[in-house]
Every structure is written in structure tokens, then in C-alpha cells.
């Protein structure tokens, strides 16, 4: 009986982790920056291995647990 609460709850957490979200925030809004700052961005994010998007309108959303290497890369 142990070891079945034990595996029960090894899968639960494992499924649990898999199944999280991201959630990402705007590093660099389109509407208030130019289009060479945002290239910009894009280059040194890319370059430093952060996990960025880039939204419909044109923004650079950088993911929530990255923003920390995000200011270290791009300050």
C-alpha cells in the first residue's frame, strides 16, 4: 500500500509539471519603441538562449522564469 501511494504520487506531480503554462510579459512594446529597438531585442534574446514570442502586434513577450537573464543579456 505504501508503494502505491508513493507512485501515485510521483506520477501526480510529474503530470502536474508537465501540464503548466508559460506566461510570458512584454519586454518590448511595439507601440512605444522602434522597430530597430525591437530587432534589437529580438537579436540579443536570440543570441543569449531566452524564451521570447512575439505577439500580433508586433511586441516581444519574454517568458516569466527568464526575465532575470533576459535584464542580463539586454541591459
Not at 5 to 22: A, D, M, N, P
Not at 34 to 41: F, L, N, P, R, V
Request: hydrophobic fraction near 40%.
Amino acid at each position: 500500500m505504501k508503494k502505491l501511494c508513493i507512485l501515485f504520487t510521483v506520477i501526480s506531480v510529474l503530470l502536474l509539471g508537465c501540464s503548466q503554462e508559460k506566461s510570458y510579459n512584454v519586454w518590448v512594446d511595439s507601440s512605444t519603441q522602434s522597430q530597430e529597438t525591437i530587432d534589437s531585442a529580438i537579436k540579443r534574446l536570440s543570441k543569449a538562449g531566452v524564451d521570447f514570442i512575439i505577439d500580433e502586434n508586433g511586441s516581444v513577450l519574454v517568458n516569466e522564469k527568464e526575465m532575470d537573464k533576459a535584464v542580463m543579456c539586454c541591459s
